[in-house]
């Protein structure tokens, strides 16, 4: 079993910074993928960033791209996802996610086998 506790969300004004961090526990050598995703009130859960073993980072669009960055540190099994210039509609529960094995895109969330209790994020305008 896997364990992930995410920290770093709050209330913060629309052009702030937050970076959200995600610490893992447990059987986490067989990890394979690591993943963001948020769910905005009355949407659907969407896929933020996702960074594969061999470091390859992959975000949802353009546009998060140059907002968001995704990292990790292997030594403190700790997977971050930085934002920048928040905007009121990034406002989400953050989820962190984790995946044993390959396979479909890294964006799809049946190949997460581990979750996050989530953390708030609410952008102000």
């Known amino acids: 079993q896997v364990q992930l506790v995410e920290s770093g969300g709050g209330l913060v004004q629309a052009g702030g910074s937050l970076r959200l961090s995600c610490a893992a526990s447990?059987?986490?050598?067989?990890?394979?993928?690591w993943g963001w995703f948020r769910q905005a009130p009355g949407k659907e859960r969407e896929f933020v960033a996702g960074?594969?073993?061999?470091?390859?980072?992959?975000y949802s669009g353009d546009s998060l791209k140059g907002r968001f960055t995704i990292s990790r540190d292997n030594a403190k099994n700790t997977v971050y996802l930085s934002i920048n210039s928040l905007k009121p509609e990034d406002t989400a529960i953050y989820y962190c996610?984790?995946?044993?094995?390959?396979?479909?895109?890294?964006?799809?969330?049946?190949?997460?086998?581990?979750w996050g209790q989530g953390t708030q994020v609410a952008v102000s305008s």
């Open positions: 447990g059987r986490t050598f067989n990890i394979y993928i």
């Open positions: 996610a984790a995946g044993r094995s390959g396979g479909s895109s890294i964006s799809d969330e049946r190949r997460y086998d581990y």
């Open positions: 960074v594969s073993r061999s470091g390859i980072n992959t």
